[in-house]
């Protein structure tokens, strides 16, 4: 099965729901939105088994971040904390704090436009962070295409990275 929503649409519910009524190794499947502890728990003892696809590379497979996401744990020591999102969102406040200082200096160091930073965004080419080098394309897309797939296993359950698919490579 496959549920296109959020862990506060209950979609795990769903899941909890279906034991008994499909295979107990039945996959079932969701973006991002269920990669939650949230999702874990209201699965319940059916949470095995669910897939969550995020749209960013896994920082943690990357080497080079291992001491960046050390010290967020460090300073946010909740599990809950540190999710798929926080280094992809870590790399892009680097990116505007660099179009900002770039804005500043074309403007003889006086306060930049929004539309002067908007376009120092978008000139990005090959900035280096936790999750490698992104540009911008002309549409405003990042280089990394990557697609993570998780998957929720274990005892206790908890989501386990499985694999990522890069479409830029594709």
Not at 52 to 62: L, S, Y
Not at 63 to 73: C, E, L
Not at 89 to 109: F, Q, S, T, V, W
Not at 130 to 159: C, H, R
Request: hydrophobic share 40%; net charge positive.
């Amino acid at each position: 099965m496959y549920f296109g929503g959020t862990d506060s649409n209950k979609g795990c519910i769903v899941r909890a729901q279906a034991k008994g009524i499909f295979a107990a190794d039945s996959p079932y499947m969701g973006g991002d939105g269920l990669q939650t502890g949230q999702c874990l728990k209201d699965a319940a003892d059916n949470a095995a088994g669910i897939y969550a696809a995020v749209a960013a590379p896994n920082a943690e497979q990357i080497p080079a971040s291992k001491s960046i996401i050390d010290g967020f744990k460090k300073a946010f020591p909740n599990k809950d904390d540190f999710g798929a999102y926080s280094m992809p969102a870590y790399d892009c406040a680097k990116i505007l704090i660099e179009a900002i200082r770039k804005a500043i200096k074309a403007n003889n160091g006086n306060m930049p436009t929004r539309d002067a930073v908007r376009q120092q965004v978008a000139n990005t080419k090959d900035f280096t962070g936790t999750l490698g080098k992104t540009t911008f394309d002309e549409n405003g897309d990042t280089s990394l295409k990557i697609i993570s797939i998780y998957q929720a296993k274990g005892s206790p359950v908890d989501w386990s990275w499985v694999t990522q698919i890069d479409f830029a490579k594709k």
